[in-house]
């Protein structure tokens, strides 16, 4: 099945330094890709939604100029958390999105952030 | 709006017990179902699907089967291994290509020898 890869699989940085998490589809070309973040013991939350080209779109309540999203290509989406703090600190999850007529999407392994 | 409800774990049962997660949903129209895994220090893999009304997912032996009438999406196999242990998440997707997936909580599954 299709695959994607998120770098770094865990980060741990200081209070006010960036992060940035990388997201690749490693064999396919995605329309869209997915932030969301996973709390202990709860579900994903989406954070925002981003096509290739163009500006990422978020949900209620997420800080954009907190969680920088660049969608450079079809196969490739950064988050940057900016100026981190520990309660940023969570489990970072993307997802691609294959093809126009297919829902399906699939899931990064995550990546898990610490901010000390 | 779209809604997943499933029940709360932990949930935890004896090697080749049978296992049912219930998952319900509120929905307009006819949403896709799945139900995904999420292993210990993993991101969730899919693990079944049905995207119509009496469809019925399944694979390594978990079934789950789309009822329309009682909005459900029940998770069940016959007989759980150790190695099933993992939170599992039902979802729906509406049918337009800029539909979103909702999930449910998780519910975490712990097999024991």
């Known amino acids: 099945g299709a695959v994607v890869s998120q770098h770094p699989s865990w980060v741990i940085c200081k209070s006010g330094t960036s992060v940035k998490i990388e997201c690749r589809s490693l064999d396919f070309q995605a329309t869209t890709m997915f932030w969301y973040r996973q709390f202990p013991k709860q579900s994903l939350m989406l954070m925002a939604t981003s096509n290739e080209g163009s500006k990422a779109t978020y949900e209620q309540g997420v800080e954009k100029d907190k969680f920088l999203i660049n969608h450079a290509s079809l196969t490739l989406s950064t988050l940057t958390v900016t100026s981190a703090h520990p309660e940023d600190s969570s489990f970072y999850i993307c997802?691609?999105?294959?093809?126009?007529?297919?829902?399906?999407?699939?899931f990064g392994p995550g990546t898990r952030l610490t901010v000390l | 709006g779209n809604s997943v409800t499933q029940m709360e774990g932990p949930v935890t049962l004896s090697e080749e017990a049978f296992l049912t997660i219930n998952c319900t949903y509120t929905a307009t129209g006819y949403p896709s179902l799945f139900w995904y895994v999420q292993y210990p220090g993993e991101g969730l893999q899919l693990l079944l699907k049905?995207?119509?009304?009496?469809d019925k997912g399944s694979n390594k032996g978990f079934e789950a089967t789309y009822r329309k009438e009682t909005t459900s999406f029940h998770l069940e196999k016959g007989s759980v291994q150790v190695s099933d242990s993992a939170v599992y998440f039902c979802a729906l997707s509406g049918l337009n290509r800029d539909d979103k997936i909702i999930f449910g909580k998780g519910t975490r599954l712990h097999i024991l020898p």
């Open positions: 997802s691609a999105r294959l093809g126009l007529a297919i829902r399906w999407q699939y």
């Open positions: 049905a995207t119509k009304a009496d």
